[in-house]
């Protein structure tokens, strides 16, 4: 299903990228790189450690909440949702896209890819990170994560956070600490690339609970190396998980994500 809609973009040139964006009502634009390039409020910018290319780089771009509709509209917790051209979904929660700098706040960018000056491919791909690419300026600021910068973005739109909008997803009261807070680091660094008890609209990564959990195939240290780097488990041309610095995630966050699995291992399907 979703390779047919993503078939046009992978057989047309670079010239004939397109951004689709829903907004708060519904309602679908469809943006061209050149439109993007000539927008009003297009600038240059400088992202300082740019998450995919992992130095610094200078884009011409629009901001996202230029781009997105009303957002100050949208009642309850709602993130916007951000498809790539591979299937990976970032669910940003809209208050980060909505900081505007103040106070020393990151502020999230679409860049946007000239046709005439390519960027280069991503470091160790044979793609770059165009058409788009969400990027953030000071991104440290809001301690945004390494997850929250999708590149090769193909489509932007709303929905609630997946803790809201899939019970499935959720922890019992009784949960342990560490799962809770495991949790929350799942939806910000895994669940763009994997669902969870059948969760999540991602088509990258297997489900990590359906219909086995990985802390029931796999012995806890390997399952700790494999979050941490899975190269140092297995590895082969295709893989696609990247694997995380230790500024990325850090020992303890894996510990929680993995108490956080561990937990969700006993709640299957609920
Ligand atoms: C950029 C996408 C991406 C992100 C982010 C990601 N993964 Fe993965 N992961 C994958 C893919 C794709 C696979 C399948 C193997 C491959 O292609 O590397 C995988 C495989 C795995 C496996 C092995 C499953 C198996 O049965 O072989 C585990 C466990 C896992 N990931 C856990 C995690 C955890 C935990 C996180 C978050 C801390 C995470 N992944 C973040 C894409 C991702």
Redesign the pocket.
């Known amino acids: 299903m979703l390779l047919c809609v993503l078939l046009p973009f992978v057989g047309k040139a670079a010239s004939a990228a397109e951004l689709q964006v829903t907004s708060p009502t519904g309602e679908v634009s469809v943006y061209q790189t050149d439109e993007l390039l000539s927008h009003p409020e297009a600038r240059e910018i400088t992202v300082a450690g740019d998450e995919g290319y992992g130095r610094d780089m200078t884009y011409r771009a629009v901001p996202v909440a230029a781009l997105i509709g009303d957002a100050a509209t949208v009642e309850g917790e709602m993130g916007l949702e951000v498809i790539a051209l591979d299937g990976?979904v970032a669910n940003i929660p809209l208050p980060l896209v909505l900081l505007d700098g103040q106070d020393e706040t990151a502020q999230a960018w679409i860049a946007i890819e000239p046709e005439d000056a390519p960027w280069p491919n991503l470091p160790g791909k044979e793609v770059s990170a165009g058409p788009f690419s969400m990027v953030w300026v000071d991104g440290a600021a809001s301690n945004i994560r390494?997850?929250q910068w999708p590149y090769q973005v193909a489509k932007i739109g709303y929905a609630a956070f997946p803790a809201a909008r899939w019970p499935q997803l959720a922890l019992g009261e009784e949960a342990p600490e560490d799962a809770k807070r495991g949790q929350a680091?799942?939806i910000d660094?895994?669940?763009?690339?994997?669902r969870m008890n059948g969760a999540g609209i991602?088509e990258?990564?297997?489900d990590?609970n359906l219909p086995?959990s990985?802390v029931d195939?796999?012995k806890p240290d390997a399952?700790f190396m494999?979050?941490r780097d899975?190269a140092t488990v297995r590895h082969?041309p295709?893989?696609?998980?990247?694997g995380?610095t230790t500024d990325q995630?850090s020992d303890a966050?894996?510990r929680d994500?993995?108490a956080y699995?561990q937990a969700m291992a006993g709640r299957k399907d609920e």
């Open positions: 990976f390494s997850e680091v799942f660094q895994c669940f763009a690339c994997h991602t990258l990564g297997p990590l086995m990985p195939y796999f399952l494999l979050i899975p082969w295709d893989m696609q998980m990247h995380f995630l966050e894996i994500v993995i699995l």
